[in-house]
């Protein structure tokens, strides 16, 4: 992400982001409670990354709750408390966040958290493109060796090249 030099980066772009932040889910991920521990205690990492108010401990200064009912089809997200602090990621927050999820992929079940996730920490510009939406089925997981493959990367290659012409038009 762009934590470290947000400055050097046009956009961060994910297909298919990590997994839930706070969380992690092992094995089957569209069965209720199967597999889910407690993993990237600092939201969306293991290592520490830029808040305001910064946090000193991750344990002790993001707390987190469970926001949703945890269903096969869309999964309970953990976000922070608001009854304790709300942590803004400051850095993260000056680079577009555009993230593609595939129509059939477990992800589709919970990528929703880190829209929540991120919205809930200050990050203004988050796209998500579901290719579902688009009309574009039958993809998994690995989309990069679905037989439409070359559909899914003009996708991505079009929002690429859209925030590429808008950063250069704003360099000049």
């Known amino acids: 992400m762009s934590d470290q030099c947000p400055e050097l980066i046009n956009a961060n772009f994910n297909l298919e982001p990590g997994n839930l932040p706070f969380q992690s889910l092992i094995g089957n991920s569209t069965v209720p409670s199967v597999g889910r521990t407690r993993s990237r205690p600092y939201g969306l990492t293991n290592?520490?990354?830029?808040?305001?108010?910064?946090?000193?401990?991750?344990?002790?200064?993001?707390?987190?709750?469970?926001?949703?009912?945890?269903?096969?089809?869309?999964?309970?997200?953990f976000l922070q408390s608001p009854d304790s602090t709300i942590h803004t990621l400051t850095q993260i927050s000056k680079v577009p966040y555009i993230m593609f999820t595939a129509a059939n992929s477990p992800h589709i079940t919970y990528d929703h958290c880190f829209v929540s996730y991120l919205a809930q920490a200050g990050v203004p510009d988050v796209t998500w493109i579901k290719f579902?939406?688009?009309?574009?089925?039958?993809?998994?997981?690995?989309?990069?060796?679905?037989?439409?493959?070359?559909?899914?990367?003009?996708?991505?290659?079009?929002?690429?090249?859209?925030r590429d012409s808008k950063n250069k038009s704003v360099r000049g």
């Open 47 to 77: 290592t520490p990354i830029t808040y305001d108010p910064p946090v000193r401990n991750a344990t002790t200064d993001l707390v987190t709750v469970e926001v949703g009912l945890d269903t096969p089809g869309n999964r309970s997200c």
């Open 132 to 162: 579902g939406d688009l009309g574009i089925q039958g993809n998994a997981h690995f989309s990069f060796i679905e037989e439409n493959n070359l559909q899914l990367a003009a996708v991505v290659e079009g929002e690429i090249s859209k």
